[in-house]
């Protein structure tokens, strides 16, 4: 039962944080909720019971992939719809 | 713009321990969950680190792109050798011939639930290392060739 209650908070949580990456205009929220998604994905693999996958989506989702865009971001414009 | 001197000592006292934690899921990854891969991506999130808290021609005098590009394809190589060395002895490619051995990695696995072993699994941790090897060499080149595009800003 617990477990149940647990994947339900982590799925809706995953749903919300989806809406954010795709509502967000500022990119760096944007980004930053796409690590939460990561990072949530993670713990709904851990609880079906896949570490293996979980410590490769912590550290390549939630690590390096919301690093790489954060240099993107840097490197372009900070808003969306903005001319370089 | 220069990072604070926080994130700085943050970085090189938090350094070596994601270096060996990314290690230890290298090296046991024939009896725990991870292997080569997540090993090393957690290494590269390492260099990450040291890359974003130091400038990058700072961080550039420690991380070298031509050291990196040496490791990709020394992994590479390291798993192609361990791959046809099976061959060389006569026997199929990716044949596990060291794994009943009792040399290194050659322990044979006690029957039942017993205290994993690390000395087992033949070839597969030397495959493990290797592919670490590689993913933390390639993984940095790829954060290095996209650094090296904004190095004015930062």
């Known amino acids: ?23 967000f205009k500022d990119l ?4 930053v909720a796409f690590g939460l998604f990561s990072f949530l994905l993670a713990i709904e693999f ?16 939630a690590g390096l992939t919301t690093a790489a865009f954060m240099i993107a971001i840097r490197g372009t ?8 | 713009m220069q990072m604070s001197s926080i994130v700085k000592t943050t970085a090189d006292v938090l350094f070596p321990f994601i270096l060996i934690y990314g290690l230890y899921i290298i090296l046991h990854g024939h009896l725990t969950p991870g292997g080569g891969f997540q090993g090393g991506a957690i290494l590269a999130s390492g260099v990450l680190l040291l890359l974003l808290a130091y400038r990058y021609s700072e961080s550039t005098n420690i991380v070298r792109q031509v050291m990196m590009k040496t490791l990709e394809s020394t992994g590479l190589l390291l798993f192609i050798i361990a791959a046809l060395s099976a061959m060389v002895l006569g026997a199929g490619f990716f044949f596990n011939w060291l794994s009943p051995l009792g040399s290194i990695f050659g322990d044979s696995v006690a029957y039942g639930s017993t ?16 592919v670490g090897i590689e993913v ?8 290095l060739a996209l650094l090296s595009g904004i190095q004015e800003k930062i």
């Open chain 1, 28 to 31: 760096v929220s944007a980004v």
């Open chain 1, 1 to 23: 039962m617990i477990e149940m209650i647990l994947h339900a908070f982590i799925l809706i949580g995953m749903i919300v944080a989806a809406i954010l990456v795709f509502s």
């Open chain 2, 115 to 130: 205290v994993a072993n690390l000395n087992t699994g033949g070839l597969i941790p030397i495959m493990n290392i290797a």
């Open chain 1, 77 to 84: 414009t900070k808003k969306e719809g903005d001319e370089a």
């Open chain 1, 46 to 61: 851990y609880l079906l019971q896949a570490p293996d996958v979980a410590i490769a989506e912590a550290a390549i989702g």
């Open chain 2, 136 to 143: 933390v060499g390639a993984i940095s080149v790829i954060l």
